[in-house]
């Protein structure tokens, strides 16, 4: 079991999701019928609706990104990590 | 070397690098402001947009090889929004410009996290290049295949 980083990018209209190149290989490794992106991009017209964790938007994005559903995920991840380089936090999310 | 050469040096850089862009069809843009972003390249045909970070350097010789010195602000290196940026690493030897090293921002991001690459002072890393024939080297990684790497950047027919 193991834990997959996600980078969260927040921006003026939204939300950006990105994975690093050796988490997509890892992915790929862990799933080879998966076909992990580079980020997704979550776009808002207005700011409200922004709490992240609170909407929990962050399922959302699993099969986009990873290219992996929540239940696959769950049978070999332990946690998803969302570090946000702006303000230094991670938050651990069990998938 | 002045400091005030190396703004003569940097910009003679960054019009380096616009030009190979112009040369390969992409146009060019720069920010009126300065916000970090150095260079927009732009493919007019659809919009698509790429920012580009041009490091310069001199370079120092060694005995089979020479070296370069880069630095970038680490909050921006991790600073990872929907439009791509790209870190072009040229020097300076001999009168004539190194081929750049093109290499994506998550690329970079993810030789510092994994890799180790460079030094860490303060908020900013500190890269060190050593060119050897056909070879760069940044703390013993290989960085070969950066070398001219404009798979990013096709040539753009007009």
């Known amino acids: ?95 | 070397m002045t400091k005030k050469f190396n703004h003569y040096l940097g910009k003679a850089g960054h019009l380096a690098i616009m030009s190979e862009f112009l040369i390969r069809g992409w146009n060019v843009a720069i920010p009126e402001v300065d916000i970090g972003d150095d260079i927009f390249v732009v493919e007019d045909e659809n919009g698509t947009m790429k920012r580009v970070q041009v490091k310069t350097s001199s370079t120092t010789i060694r005995k089979n090889s020479y070296s370069a010195q880069y630095q970038i602000p680490l909050k921006q290196l991790q600073k990872i929004s929907q439009s791509p940026v790209y870190y072009i690493f040229i020097a300076r030897k001999d009168d004539t410009w190194t081929k750049p090293l093109i290499i994506p921002q998550v690329q970079l991001l993810d030789e510092f996290a994994k890799n180790n690459i460079g030094t860490q002072h303060k908020d900013y890393i500190n890269l060190y290049f050593s060119y050897s024939e056909n070879k760069v080297e940044c703390s013993g990684q290989d960085f070969t295949k950066y070398i001219a790497d404009y798979t990013d950047f096709p040539v753009i027919e007009h």
Do not use: C, W
């Open chain 1, 1 to 95: 079991m193991s834990a997959i980083r996600i980078i969260v990018y927040k921006e003026m209209d939204g939300f950006t999701f990105s994975l690093l190149p050796s988490v997509r290989d890892y992915i790929k490794n862990l799933f080879p019928e998966s076909h992990p992106a580079a980020r997704v991009h979550i776009g808002y017209d207005t700011a409200s609706g922004f709490d992240l964790l609170q909407s929990g938007i962050e399922r959302q994005i699993y099969p986009t990104l990873l290219g992996v559903d929540k239940e696959q995920l769950k049978k070999q991840v332990d946690n998803i990590e969302f570090i946000n380089y702006q303000t230094g936090k991670i938050e651990k999310v069990n998938p």
